[in-house]
């Protein structure tokens, strides 16, 4: 099993412009979510998915969309980029009961100039 | 709105000593609380997590320390190795869902 796998690793964008992250888990878990990483600011959610065909948004939605495109798959996309936006961007998936842990993929640096 | 505070940002430990990390949450809803460990260029993973019908949970070096009433709870990590060294977060989530609210992380660095 690869987990939970990321598109790309790094990405450079100009301001106003457009990109999707990809994210793709292999695990058969229900619930799919985003999240940004800053320095001093920890994981802060942008988008998460319970199930197939369901988003919701997290605490930090702003100038994101999300697209559950199947139960495998969730990605991301900024439609017009922002300085505000460079960050480190993680997937993750989790197991819908017990220890409902998460599994993260290896993330995704993005810097927007 | 930072929900759980995590406190020390960084925390350097010599090999063999004991490492803690303590975070405070808000919110009486919360009924899990994870811990997850990353290394650098990685992705978060989950260490051990517990909920706040005990007050304590070990596995192997790793012990959550959990107070209810003061609505706290910390890591120990004891006899503490450079394998370690990575960057710690607490986290909380209430209800079936896990929507979880991380604390800012704290950098431990443990010389050899």
């Known amino acids: 099993n690869a987990g939970v796998t990321q598109t790309p690793k790094f990405q450079v964008l100009k301001t106003g412009q457009s990109m999707t992250l990809q994210c793709a888990q292999d695990m058969n878990h229900n619930s799919m979510y985003w999240y940004r990483q800053d320095p001093g600011m920890g994981l802060r959610l942008i988008y998460y998915?319970?199930?197939?065909?369901?988003?919701d948004k997290g605490e930090v939605p702003n100038g994101y969309n999300v697209s559950r495109l199947n139960k495998r798959e969730f990605s991301l996309r900024l439609e017009s980029a922002a300085p505000s936006q460079t960050s480190v961007y993680f997937c993750a998936s989790s197991v819908p009961s017990g220890t409902y842990e998460q599994y993260f993929g290896p993330g995704t640096r993005l810097t927007v100039t | 709105q930072q929900q759980v505070k995590q406190s020390p940002q960084s925390l350097i430990v010599q090999k063999g000593g004991i490492s803690i990390i303590n975070c405070a949450y808000e919110?009486?809803?919360?009924?899990?609380f994870p811990w997850y460990q990353q290394f650098p260029g990685k992705g978060p993973a989950l260490l051990i997590a517990?909920?706040?019908?005990?007050s304590e949970k070990k596995e192997g070096r790793f012990t959550i320390s959990f107070n209810k009433s003061a609505k706290q709870f910390s890591l120990h990590i004891m006899d503490s190795q450079p394998g370690d060294s990575a960057t710690y977060f607490c986290a909380a989530s209430m209800g079936g869902f896990q929507k979880l609210v991380f604390g800012t992380g704290t950098r431990l660095l443990v010389s050899p």
């Open positions: 919110n009486t809803a919360f009924d899990y």
């Open positions: 998915s319970a199930s197939e065909g369901t988003t």
């Open positions: 517990i909920r706040p019908d005990v």
